[in-house]
């Protein structure tokens, strides 16, 4: 595993097997050189053109707590081009002072950096309409174009808005804000992508009859995390792990994605999608893809989705007998929100059966995976916050030691928090007999990498649009593999059959349902809990 994890200092390994640590400014340097392609000379980023991005929705909770902090962060590292600017659109009657007064708390701004705050203000603009009405987008338009240069720019829009008004707006914008010339529109699409196979097909097939596939970016921001970005290098780049890489030498994979509160108030939005929805469908399968694809033929982005969506492929339909649900209730002995479970909260349906905790089984029916269980497993309030996916070895064949004292081998990607891949293996315990203990090798981004600023999800996505990379955006054809995967299980869950499944209740704070133990055990994945990972600290 890559050196520095164990208290290593920044310097070269004598035998040139480490790398110095990099500074913030050469991290930063790095990304704006591969800003204009790298090596490959890929990227179509012009800082010389105009930019002007639209953030529609501006005065929501996305925009609010997420986009314009992400647009003020790329700014202030100077990663955009010079000339970009940044139009808010809603219906709100509000001004750009306001968007700052909302947006300040989630900027992180130091006492440095207030003058750049206010350039960045100051490239910034808002404009009040509809989301339905034609007359104000070419107001919009308008607004636009008093900052092109010689009727030149490229644009960028941003729907950080409902699912429920993406039709209007999308047609609005191709009626009356499209840009001219050789310059290029590029629309952002957040998730959800529909509601089902049948709605997601009719969103993809509006927006299809208005845009070109390379203008449309549906952003799933699990794909901009670093650790899930890694998962191409650490596959295809180290020749230690091909071998070990299929169903001869793995026992199962486990994906997990858990939350340690609760919906906190937003109770009605989840109730409209579930867990399934939020998380599973499109976060885990995601990373599933990356897990378990073909090596591409290149790192370019159709080579790469080609692989993801031959995967995705050969998954069938989840089967409810191979999915657990639950639903969290309130721990009396807790504290705070702890003490409220699910229906508690004031914004859920009275009686609603919706899922806060799923675990479903998938299986791969190709060369390399078959018989290998895949388990997608998340969930809110529960007992940390952690994001991972582990990869568990069949056990050792042969075994000399005493029984029971050998656990397999996992190889651990840990999304969050703190970056980190490690590698549990046997090792034996200081003294003169043969006692072994599972240990670790160690590569910890905090450690690795100490002082360096990860880039954001949203900071790298967001750039890529402006590079028109999009192999961190979600393809039309990917998206029909995941709806058709999930949306038997989805309709069967939704359904008003008396014999519908519903949520197993558990306690706010806990693993989950013990049903879901249950289940990963029947598929082969083997849980002893005597051994806790310690992140090394920098």
């Known amino acids: 595993m890559p050196g520095g994890a164990r208290g290593d200092s920044a310097e070269v390994e004598p035998h040139g097997g480490g790398v110095a640590a990099l500074t913030q400014e050469e991290a930063l340097e790095m990304i704006k050189e591969s800003l204009h392609g790298g090596q490959e000379g890929e990227s179509d980023y012009d800082a010389n053109v105009t930019h002007v991005f639209v953030v529609l929705g501006a005065s929501g909770d996305l925009a609010t707590k997420k986009i314009y902090p992400t647009l003020w962060w790329l700014f202030r590292d100077r990663l955009l081009p010079d000339n970009t600017y940044f139009v808010g659109y809603a219906r709100s009657n509000i001004k750009v002072d306001d968007i700052r007064k909302k947006t300040f708390q989630h900027m992180q701004v130091k006492d440095d950096q207030k003058n750049r705050l206010d350039e960045f203000f100051q490239h910034n603009s808002y404009v009040a309409g509809s989301y339905d009405k034609a007359e104000d987008f070419q107001h919009l338009n308008e607004e636009i174009k008093k900052f092109e240069n010689a009727g030149r720019a490229n644009r960028l829009f941003y729907l950080a808005l409902p699912p429920s008004v993406y039709k209007e707006v999308a047609s609005n914008i191709r009626a009356s804000c499209m840009a001219q010339g050789k310059c290029w529109t590029r629309v952002i699409v957040e998730k959800p992508f529909g509601h089902d196979s049948d709605s997601s097909a009719q969103l993809s097939n509006h927006f299809a009859s208005l845009f070109a596939e390379d203008e449309i970016y549906r952003i799933d921001h699990y794909l901009g995390k670093e650790m899930v970005q890694n998962l191409m290098v650490l596959r295809f780049a180290n020749r230690i792990l091909t071998p070990v890489w299929n169903r001869d030498n793995v026992a199962c994979v486990t994906i997990l994605f858990k939350e340690p509160f609760g919906t906190q108030g937003r109770g009605g939005y989840f109730d409209d999608y579930g867990i399934i929805r939020d998380v ?111 990869i568990q070895f069949r056990d050792v064949s042969g075994n000399i030691f005493r029984p029971g004292e050998i656990d397999r081998n996992e190889l651990v990607f840990r999304v969050q928090p703190g970056e980190a891949v490690y590698m549990k293996l046997m090792s034996k315990k200081p003294g003169m007999l043969f006692d072994c203990e599972v240990t670790e090798l160690d590569f910890t981004y905090g450690s690795r990498y100490a002082g360096v600023k990860l880039p954001d999800a949203y900071e790298r996505l967001i750039l890529d649009v402006f590079c028109g990379s999009q192999i961190n955006f979600v393809r039309s054809d990917e998206l029909v593999e995941a709806w058709r995967i999930f949306t038997p299980l989805l309709h069967a869950i939704e359904s008003q059959k008396p014999l519908k499944p519903l949520p197993i209740p558990y306690k706010y704070g806990s693993r989950g349902p013990r049903e879901a133990d249950e289940l990963a055990a029947q598929h082969n994945f083997k849980y002893t809990g005597a051994y806790k990972w310690v992140s090394s600290k920098p």
């Open 280 to 390: 599973m469908q499109n976060h885990l399968l995601q990373i599933l893809s990356l897990v378990a694809m073909e090596r591409p033929v290149s790192t370019k982005a159709e080579d790469i989705r080609n692989e993801k969506v031959k995967v995705l492929r050969c998954i069938n339909e989840v089967q409810l007998n191979d999915v657990v649900l639950g639903q969290y209730v309130g721990d009396p002995e807790g504290k705070g929100d702890a003490k409220e479970g699910y229906l508690d909260d004031p914004t859920v349906p009275k009686g609603s059966t919706t899922p806060t905790f799923a675990l479903a089984v998938l299986h791969i029916h190709n060369e390399r995976w078959e018989g290998v269980p895949f388990i997608l497993r998340c969930g809110k309030a529960l007992n940390e916050r952690k994001a991972e996916v582990r």
